[in-house]
Structure formats: C-alpha cells, structure tokens
C-alpha cells in the first residue's frame, strides 16, 4: 500500500463501520463486479480517467469501471429493506474505492476520483450524494476496515452452513477459526483508543454469539 497522502481531504469517522451488516449483498456484487463482461458496461462512464497518470490509465479506469458497476448494483437491489439504507452503501462504496486505490498504489485523492467521475457522469444522482461521503480513510484504518470486512465475510459463509442445515464439517471450522484469529488482532488495537473500531468489533462479537455452532472468543 501507498504511504498515506497528507494533502487528501480525511472527514469524521464516526459512521465508516456502519455499512458491515449488508456484508452479504456486497459480497455477491463484488463477485459479479469482478467480471470484465460486467464491469465493461460500463465504459462510456470511465473514459479517459486516469489519463494523466502515466503507466497507470488502465488500473485507474478498470477501479473506476468496477465501481460503477458495484455502486448500480447497490441501488439497483432487489430487496426492499436493503434499499432503505442509503448512507450505508455510500459509506461502503467509500470504504472500497479507498481500500483499491491503497491497495493498487494510486496516489489519488477520492474526493478528485469522484469530482473526475461526476464530470463525465453528470446525472448520477449518487455520485452527487458522495460529496459528503467523499474522505481519504489512512492506510492503517483501510487495513483496519479490511480485516474486519473479512471476517464478516467468514461470519457469513459460516451463516449460510447453520441455516441451510449443512452437516457441520472442515469448511465452518475453518471459518470459526479464522475469525477468532483476525478478531483477536484487531482486538489489540483497542487499547490504541481506536473507539469506532472497537464498537465496530462488539457489534460483530453480538452477532457472533447467536450462530448456535461457535467458537468461543
């Protein structure tokens, strides 16, 4: 990951670990958004981003093809209570653009991301509303966000073995363990007073404890 951009607009907080509870629709749409045949839809929305970064237009275009594509699934969603959490999927869809944008080394603010978006998308009535959803999240906190995001992602594979009766097997053990071992590393960094973290981290543990087949803590 890139060394952290003293220049890029950093906002509050307080509401970035609000959206982990849709972690299951997400999932699905980061699946489906990984595919070139789906993403490539939406070419005519990303041309020529990225083109003043020399050596990196086509990694710059290809985060901005596959964000569009997450963010029409997001609010496109066929589920009607999903929909009704809008500052959610824009807390989301910030976390992910920072997250890529750390994670391929690009040295782009978001707020420029999506200023650069919104000019060759000029109705797109969400990239407006993400002017206040729009801040540079520090490398460690991404890291931070991504961890727990993974172990959301185990909580809900483990999920789906309980509810559909699948013999208890290798698979949810798997699962069980690895959220016990990312759980305790993130549980460290509490004692850094990394509050809105460690609030983030009690909510999961409370979600947790109601799968009836669990590993304790």
């Given at each position: 990951?890139?060394?952290?951009?003293?220049?890029?607009?950093r906002?509050?907080?307080?509401?970035?670990?609000?959206?982990?509870?849709?972690?299951?629709?997400?999932?699905?749409?980061?699946?489906?958004?990984?595919?070139?045949?789906?993403?490539?839809?939406?070419?005519?929305?990303?041309?020529?981003?990225?083109?003043?970064?020399?050596?990196?237009?086509?990694?710059?275009n290809?985060?901005?093809?596959?964000?569009?594509?997450?963010?029409?699934?997001?609010?496109?969603s066929?589920?009607?209570?999903?929909?009704?959490?809008?500052?959610?999927h824009?807390e989301?869809?910030?976390?992910?653009?920072?997250?890529?944008?750390?994670?391929?080394?690009?040295?782009?603010?978001?707020?420029?991301?999506?200023?650069?978006?919104?000019?060759?998308?000029?109705?797109?009535?969400?990239?407006?509303?993400?002017?206040?959803?729009?801040?540079?999240?520090?490398?460690?906190?991404?890291?931070?966000?991504?961890a727990?995001?993974?172990?959301?992602?185990?909580?809900?594979?483990?999920?789906?073995?309980?509810?559909?009766?699948?013999?208890?097997?290798?698979?949810?053990?798997?699962?069980?363990?690895?959220?016990?071992?990312?759980?305790?590393?993130?549980?460290?960094?509490?004692?850094?007073?990394?509050?809105?973290?460690?609030?983030?981290?009690?909510?999961?543990?409370?979600?947790?404890?109601?799968?009836?087949?669990?590993?304790?803590?």
């Amino acid at each position: 990951m890139m060394d952290d951009n003293q220049l890029c607009y950093r906002g509050p907080t307080k509401n970035r670990y609000i959206f982990y509870e849709h972690t299951d629709k997400y999932m699905q749409y980061e699946k489906k958004c990984l595919q070139e045949k789906n993403y490539n839809k939406f070419g005519n929305k990303c041309k020529s981003i990225g083109s003043e970064y020399a050596g990196q237009e086509n990694i710059i275009n290809t985060i901005c093809l596959k964000f569009h594509c997450l963010m029409y699934n997001i609010f496109n969603s066929q589920f009607p209570e999903y929909d009704k959490n809008e500052h959610a999927h824009l807390e989301y869809l910030n976390y992910w653009l920072n997250h890529e944008l750390h994670l391929k080394n690009i040295d782009i603010c978001p707020e420029y991301f999506y200023q650069t978006m919104r000019s060759l998308d000029i109705n797109n009535d969400i990239l407006r509303k993400l002017r206040t959803n729009n801040s540079y999240i520090v490398k460690e906190e991404v890291r931070n966000m991504h961890a727990l995001y993974h172990i959301y992602k185990n909580y809900v594979e483990m999920n789906e073995i309980v509810k559909n009766n699948t013999l208890i097997g290798n698979a949810f053990f798997s699962y069980a363990n690895n959220i016990v071992e990312k759980y305790s590393e993130l549980s460290k960094k509490c004692a850094q007073k990394n509050n809105f973290l460690c609030d983030a981290l009690n909510v999961f543990k409370e979600k947790y404890n109601k799968i009836e087949l669990k590993v304790n803590y």
